[in-house]
């Protein structure tokens, strides 16, 4: 019994490398170069992270709560890496050379279960995220405030001493969740889409990742939620060029971190 439990496979973990700013610039580079090669795909996959933000947005707006505006831009950044699964799975098939299509990137994105327990993760740090906004709003500005518009909060945030508390606090936790769920997915998907592995294990992979390299990944992640952030702002617009381009780089970067099999 025990020869045959010995004679079991063993799955062997993902071994982690550690990177550089060197190796974030060529991962960039070979983004910009999967983007130029297969534009289409970028465009279709960043307009619909334009289009959902944009829904968002004014969907607050209709019901009058053009306040939570801001706060749902900053947090819909949160859900970039799942919106570019489809991305990372583009840049795959072009490194092994395999056919490109929107029907082939969504059998395999559907054929991994394990990618669907990943974005509850980063769709539940989204949700807690929201939550924490309506609890800081609750204690600074009343429990049942509410702004009539845009302006009125921006008013009272930017004009008032527990305005400008408030946006501190909101901020700095804001950027603590950012560094959780980048430090979470930064490889976690790609190594979903890539390997037949877990997904606790894909987060784990990904954690280890950033422990090995911290200076250069907590760089690239601030870069990324700066970029976001800014490529926002022009009414999501910006977000159907930036999206596609951290996409393919985050494949790129992933494959620097996380050692291939049979390596």
């Not at 993902?14 to 289409?40: C, Y």
């Not at 518009?149 to 945030?157: A, G, L």
């Amino acid at each position: 019994m025990n020869e045959a439990v010995s004679e079991l496979p063993t799955r062997r973990d993902p071994v982690v490398r550690a990177v550089t700013q060197a190796d974030i610039a060529e991962a960039i580079s070979a983004g910009l170069r999967d983007f130029q090669a297969k534009p289409v795909y970028g465009l279709v996959f960043g307009g619909i992270y334009a289009l959902g933000g944009m829904a968002i947005v004014l969907s607050v707006t209709a019901l009058q709560m053009s306040y939570l505006a801001y706060p749902l831009a900053a947090g819909f950044a949160l859900i970039g890496p799942f919106v570019a699964v489809g991305l990372y799975e583009v840049s795959r098939r072009i490194e092994s050379g395999e056919a490109v299509s929107f029907g082939g990137i969504w059998r395999k994105v559907r054929g991994r279960a394990e990618v669907g327990w990943m974005a509850f993760v980063t769709l539940f740090i989204f949700i807690v995220w929201m939550y924490q906004v309506r609890l800081l709003m609750a204690l600074f500005f009343g429990i049942n405030t509410n702004f009539a518009t845009m302006p009125e909060f921006i008013n009272v945030v930017f004009s008032t001493s527990q305005g400008l508390v408030f946006l501190m606090i909101g901020n700095v936790i804001g950027a603590a969740l950012s560094i959780i769920l980048f430090s979470l997915t930064v490889v976690s998907f790609p190594l979903l889409l890539d390997r037949d592995v877990d997904f606790v294990t894909a987060m784990i992979t990904s954690v280890r990742a950033v422990m090995t390299s911290p200076l250069p990944l907590i760089t690239w992640a601030l870069a990324i939620v700066a970029l976001l952030i800014v490529s926002a702002l022009p009414f999501f617009l910006g977000l159907i060029i930036t999206l596609p381009v951290l996409g393919h780089t985050t494949w790129h970067l992933y494959r620097r971190l996380v050692e291939q099999e049979g390596k």
